[in-house]
């Protein structure tokens, strides 16, 4: 048992994301700048977005959803997408990306970058 004084000063710190670790979850936090663009990209594995701070878009298959702050998006296996910033636009993105690291069979595509 880690008591509450390790967790919170200086080397606990350390500890405290470990305690909070899932082996087949990933954690990514995202910032685009205003009027910044993402390439359109297909990747294996499905992710769950939420905006966190600002507005823009997400082009999923072609369709455009306007996004702002608080709002959830799901981008399901091998769907093409991109993300477009009207403001600053900050998110959290988690992915199953781990299981299909682990197991080899992640692949990404790049619009453009694959031929």
């Not at 936090?29 to 009027?35: N, P």
């Not at 702050?69 to 296996?77: A, C, E, T, Y």
């Not at 197991?103 to 595509?109: I, K, Q, W």
Request: proline share 3%.
């Amino acid at each position: 048992m880690v008591h509450e004084s390790e967790l919170f000063g200086g080397r606990g710190l350390g500890r405290r994301q470990q305690l909070f670790a899932v082996p087949t979850i990933r954690a990514e936090f995202h910032r685009l700048r205003a009027g910044a663009s993402t390439e359109s990209v297909r990747e294996v594995g499905s992710s769950v977005w939420q905006v966190f701070e600002g507005s823009g878009s997400v082009v999923l298959n072609g369709e455009t959803r306007i996004l702002e702050k608080g709002d959830l998006f799901v981008v399901p296996s091998w769907q093409e997408w991109s993300l477009q910033a009207g403001t600053g636009f900050d998110l959290f993105r988690f992915s199953d990306a781990p299981i299909f690291e682990r197991l080899n069979f992640n692949r990404t595509y790049t619009e453009g970058r694959n031929k």
